[in-house]
């Protein structure tokens, strides 16, 4: 455990282009806040469709959530078809898999032309207990036109009732894609926007004038417009990289929110799971490890790492136009844990929307959609509930209690996922202010 590399296999094996920071006022048709995947597709498009834009990042480009995916590219996520289908009925989870499937088709085409060890794979979502979900999920798939199969014995060492299988899925690098794609890219890092008014957002020394502001941050810093705040909880990961244990010969995860993931990158097998809502407790490393221990005793520990995802009311992402009072504003925010294929669709409909293209079939991402479901009430009780905690660690974004997370050495809040190091710098927002220790 003592040799274990702390960081993503992606990490670990590329090297990112460095970009300088913004060092004067600047005026441009569209300005991109965020430089992970999804604000750097999005600057790929506007460049390939010759739209003046800007592209600004506090850090390093892919420095926060990118780095930290397991990378795969697939249209199945999870049992998601059923639970669209029980909300906005079969037309809606139609939209979803036309608009996902040209997502993954935009990675197809690209990625024949990138060397980023891009692999088709198929992809299988199994139940450790609850044949009937995955038998409902099958019925909606069939509707909607997925080409999708019933698997009885997927080939991991746990006991399924078996698992719903999508073909032809890919898996990739996805740092090797970001480095070639963002070549001549027009990208600022080290250019922290700390707020935006109207069309200006603003550093701490200079100024960018935009008539169109994307917000690629993750979760959207700006409180005063969409309700995000309510809409969006925050969710963590863990992956281990082991070396020495199966080939699954394919892309695995539990319908069960708490369930493992499983899925190969060159000899290493990558396990994911022990999520738990960011500021709460959960079975983090150590239950890999111990999952590990047990199912496979000759492997050997190489990489481990964490993600945090942000989370929607209803499964769904928003993606659109930030609020109704903000036309010019746009938001790309709540991928569900399914960030390649989120960040591919998010760019594609921004990008559409931006050139006068919107599709019909997006309607199903619109940020206005209700927010009236059961998670929103979650939201609201645990926000009360940590504002109300009285302890001297409070959140620079609202206020809520910050809890320590003794595993990864972090400032957590449970209300909206921000985390803080052990001397108070921001690692996650939406927190955009340091805090004080």
């Not at 898999?97 to 891009?118: H, M, P, R, T, W």
């Not at 209300?415 to 996650?428: L, M, Y």
């Amino acid at each position: 455990m003592d040799k274990t590399i702390k960081e993503s296999i992606w990490e670990s094996t590329v090297q990112l282009p460095e970009f300088e920071s913004l060092n004067s006022n600047k005026k441009t048709d569209v300005l991109i806040i965020g430089g992970g995947i999804a604000g750097i597709l999005t600057a790929y498009f506007c460049h390939i469709n010759g739209i003046d834009y800007i592209l600004a990042e506090k850090d390093r480009i892919c420095s926060e959530n990118t780095k930290n995916t397991t990378a795969k590219i697939t249209y199945q996520h999870g049992l998601v078809y059923e639970k669209i289908a029980n909300s906005y009925g079969v037309e809606g989870a139609k939209q979803y898999f036309s608009v996902n499937k040209a997502a993954f088709g935009q990675y197809a085409a690209l990625c024949e032309k990138i060397k980023c060890d891009y692999e088709i794979k198929d992809n299988y979502v199994y139940s450790l207990n609850d044949r009937a979900k995955l038998e409902a999920e099958m019925k909606i798939l069939e509707k909607i036109g997925c080409d999708a199969e019933f698997c009885e014995n997927p080939p991991l060492p746990l006991k399924t009732v078996g698992a719903v299988k999508v073909p032809f899925q890919a898996q990739f690098h996805p740092l090797k894609f970001i480095k070639e794609i963002c070549n001549g890219l027009n990208i600022f890092e080290h250019t922290h926007i700390q707020s935006v008014k109207g069309n200006k957002a603003f550093t701490d020394l200079f100024t960018v004038e935009a008539q169109r502001i994307v917000f690629a941050t993750h979760f959207p810093f700006i409180d005063l417009y969409g309700f995000y705040p309510l809409k969006l909880y925050q969710h963590r990961s863990y992956v281990l990289a082991l070396e020495n244990a199966a080939q699954v010969d394919g892309m695995y995860v539990d319908e069960s929110d708490n369930g493992l993931s499983f899925r190969n990158y060159g000899k290493y097998l990558l396990l994911g799971g022990g999520d738990h809502r960011t500021g709460k407790k959960g079975g983090n490393w150590d239950e890999l490890r111990n999952f590990a221990y047990r199912s496979y005793p000759f492997a050997t520990e190489k990489y481990s790492w964490s993600a945090q995802d942000c989370m929607s009311l209803d499964s769904i992402p928003y993606i659109g136009r930030y609020s109704p009072s903000k036309p010019n504003w746009y938001v790309m925010t709540g991928f569900n844990k399914w960030g390649m294929t989120g960040a591919m669709v998010a760019a594609m409909l921004v990008c559409d929307i931006i050139t006068g293209q919107e599709r019909l079939d997006a309607e199903i991402f619109t940020p206005s959609r209700s927010i009236l479901h059961k998670q929103l009430f979650i939201n609201a009780a645990e926000t009360v509930v940590n504002m109300l905690s009285l302890t001297p660690k409070r959140c620079s974004h609202l206020g809520c209690a910050l809890k320590w997370n003794k595993s990864e050495h972090s400032w957590d809040c449970a209300c909206h996922g921000s985390r803080f190091t052990q001397d108070g710098k921001v690692i996650n927002n939406p927190a955009n202010k340091n805090i004080k220790m």
